[in-house]
Nanobody, 127 residues
Framework: QVQLVESGGGLVQAGGSLRISCAAS????????MGWFRQAPGKEREFVAA????????YFADSVKGRFTISRDNGKNTGSLQMNSLKLEDTAVYYC????????????????????WGQGTQVTVSS
């Protein structure tokens, strides 16, 4: 059983930066494709970013492209979402997700593609 624990997030002014980490246990990170999603109040969960288990294939939503990056540290079994140039509309609860992936270079962008989810962490961007 894979467990994901998120840390980071918080309150930041528009234009600032935040980082969310997602620590995995129960499976080595190199077996896991990871994704990031967010959900704002009254809205459906939306895709933010995804990365293949090999780390070589990465995909971002248009709304965050050029501002957000993802990384993974297999030694620490942790993935991260770095968010720069934050905007008011980035305010949401952010979730990391993971799935055991057979293909090294395939990423997944749908919530139903993932079996395991972090607890969510709040990101609030103020003006």
């Amino acid at each position: 059983q894979v467990q994901l624990v998120e840390s980071g997030g918080g309150l930041v002014q528009a234009g600032g930066s935040l980082r969310i980490s997602c620590a995995a246990s129960g499976r080595t990170l190199s077996d896991l494709a990871m994704g990031w999603f967010r959900q704002a109040p009254g809205k459906e969960r939306e895709f933010v970013a995804a990365g293949s288990r090999g780390g070589g294939s990465i995909y971002f939503a248009d709304s965050v492209k050029g501002r957000f990056t993802i990384s993974r540290d297999n030694g620490k079994n942790t993935g991260s979402l770095q968010m720069n140039s934050l905007k008011l509309e980035d305010t949401a609860v952010y979730y990391c997700a993971a799935r055991i992936a057979y293909y090294r270079d395939r990423y997944y962008s749908l919530p139903e593609d993932y079996n395991y989810w972090g607890q969510g962490t709040q990101v609030t961007v103020s003006s």
